[in-house]
């Protein structure tokens, strides 16, 4: 139970590896808090949770926009007191070639899988600031998709986001909070080293925990396993 009574904000919580990570961090004794647009997938993994005695709460709200994110995370903070780890999941991934996308899927794309990002981080970022820390991860993952064909705003949303990874650890270090991103399929990056774990779920549970508390920045590579 390493994150016993740890307040776990994950947004895209509903699918993927979103899904799969909360149900992790649940099973280690986590408090959830479970963000997606619908409450479809939420709902049913509300009840695993529940079902295995683990503690979960839904909020349902698009969050490419700053006014809902503002009132997620406050109902966040109202429902459980404070926010420990921020897991940034949310995206959108339109299956179009660069000379077919057009303008808003292309606008839409970046908004929620970057801008999010964004918003997320400084929101919550706040909250852990008062609080004295915490840990955010964004979630990169690229592999298994076809070679990367027709994701044009995807991938552009993803690489932006690793620079965005890079800028907030250095910013808010001085603040007691890390700042990392997990990723899979870039094939320029190397994969992470070998004392780092090489699944997706262990690296965002290693990267979030206690023997990492002296990490920050760190961009991992890692195989893709859900």
């Keep these: 139970m390493k994150f016993k009574d740890k307040v776990v904000l994950i947004t895209g919580a509903g699918r993927g590896h979103g899904r799969e990570i909360a149900k992790a961090f649940a099973a280690e004794g986590a408090r959830m808090a479970l963000n997606d647009i619908s409450p479809v997938n939420l709902n049913l993994l509300i009840e695993e949770i529940q079902a295995e005695g683990g503690e979960a709460k839904i909020y349902v709200q698009d969050i490419a926009k700053k006014v809902p994110v503002q009132g997620l995370v406050m109902h966040v903070e109202d429902d459980f007191g404070k926010i420990d780890i921020l897991i940034n999941h949310s995206a959108v991934e339109p299956k179009k070639s660069l000379l077919e996308i057009d303008e808003w899927d292309w606008q839409r794309t970046i908004m929620v899988n970057l801008s999010a990002a964004f ?5 919550v970022g706040r909250i852990m600031k008062k609080n004295g820390g915490g840990v955010i991860v ?45 990723c899979s399929g870039i094939p320029e990056m190397h994969q992470a ?27 991992l590579n890692v195989e893709e396993k859900i």
């Design 119 to 123: 918003l997320m981080t400084q929101s």
């Design 193 to 219: 080293q070998r004392d780092f774990p090489s699944s997706f779920n262990k690296a965002v549970l290693y990267l979030c925990g206690d023997e990492a508390i002296d990490l920050h920045g760190e961009i």
């Design 138 to 182: 964004n979630l990169i993952p690229l592999a298994g998709r076809d070679g990367l064909k027709d994701r044009t705003a995807y991938v552009a949303s993803m690489m932006g986001l690793i620079g965005f990874t890079r800028q907030a650890a250095g910013e808010l270090a001085s603040d007691n909070i890390r700042v990392h991103a997990v």
